[in-house]
């Protein structure tokens, strides 16, 4: 259970234009990590030599893993966005994005440079031709007493290639160690953060919030970002393959702790809403029975996985007629 992505999305709706579909993918890639130690961070156990074993080679088919998850994501083309949690550096995108199976799809990305103590940052991968960045910045959390620091919120302003004003926030809220009740109010300060950014937004900005918040949409800080004016589309999200009830499975239970909130502006333009379930990202639950997802690590045995979690996706309409 670990990340969360926050995407605020401003599609405007006038003009002339075909009717088509803007595609945004939320995935926690489960621990993307260089074989390279930074001596800042605590990241002993991602090298060769760590607990791991996390070689060049085991590296390599990681990133080639997310690169199959991704484009396995959309039948034709590729998705305009895609929020990316639990990544290590700007090394791992550079590679994700040049050297790996995305190295012809073209895509750019930004990412933020948090005080997460294992190194560990969220990042926004961006097709150039549908998607250009205006400006970005890095919104700090202040860390509770005796809280770990966490993640920030990377915030993206862009415009698509229709010209409408895209806002994007990812964010990576904090796991659920010590206890669900006992780190609650770790969740609540993304919650609001996410807030009090959407408050400095238009009143009629068309927001996305999406990613993993370590929550389900039943838990307190997702019903305060509804209390908020957003609309959580993905909460009946299930497997378009007919298989996964939620991105998560633990002991043998689905759980949906990746999400996609909207604002009422844009409710009415999300066309479809769906966790990429695809066979090959999945493996038989033999302790529980059932499948699960077909992750790198089972504990600390290496299995040549995927993810833990399962990508989560959305596509939003645009108008027939703008």
């Known amino acids: 259970m670990k990340a969360v992505v926050i995407l605020v999305l401003t599609l405007l709706l006038g003009g002339k234009s075909v009717a088509q ?3 945004v ?4 890639c489960e621990n993307l990590f260089d074989c390279k130690h930074d001596s800042l961070k605590q990241d002993e156990e991602w090298l060769p030599d760590g607990k791991r074993h996390w070689t060049p080679a085991r590296y390599w ?3 080639r893993h997310v690169g199959q998850e991704i484009l396995s994501c959309q039948q034709e083309g590729f998705p305009d966005l895609v929020a990316l949690v639990e990544v290590e550096n700007d090394s791992c995108l550079f590679d994700l994005t040049r050297r790996s199976l995305l190295r012809n799809a073209g895509y750019a990305y930004l990412m933020t440079q948090s005080p997460d103590v294992r190194g560990i940052d969220v990042a926004l991968l961006y097709q150039p031709s549908t998607f250009r960045p205006l400006c970005y910045d890095y919104l700090g959390v202040t860390p509770l007493e005796g809280m770990r620091p966490t ?6 302003q862009g415009e698509t290639v229709q010209h409408d004003t895209l806002h994007v926030f990812v964010v990576h809220a904090p796991s659920r160690f010590g206890g669900e009740r006992k780190s609650r109010p770790n969740r609540q300060l993304i919650a609001d953060r996410i807030a009090a950014s959407m408050q400095q937004l238009k ?4 927001v996305i919030v999406c990613g993993d918040f ?6 307190p800080a997702m019903c305060y970002l509804e209390q908020c004016g957003l609309y959580n589309v993905t909460a009946s999200a299930t497997g378009c393959h007919g298989k996964a009830k939620g991105t998560y499975r633990y002991q043998g239970r689905w759980q949906s702790i990746d999400h996609v909130l909207v604002s009422k502006e844009l409710k009415d333009a999300v066309e479809e809403t769906c966790i990429n379930d695809a066979p090959f990202l999945l493996e038989e639950d033999k302790k529980y029975g059932g499948e699960k997802p077909l992750r790198t690590f089972n504990g600390y045995r290496y299995q040549r996985g995927f993810s833990d979690h399962l990508p989560l996706v959305v596509r939003f309409r645009y108008p027939a007629s703008l």
């Open 214 to 219: 370590n929550d389900t949409a039943k838990d």
């Open 203 to 206: 009143d009629n900005a068309k």
């Open 151 to 156: 993640r920030d919120v990377l915030y993206v």
């Open 25 to 28: 993918v939320e995935l926690n």
């Open 61 to 63: 088919r990681k990133l």
């Open 21 to 23: 579909t803007f595609t």
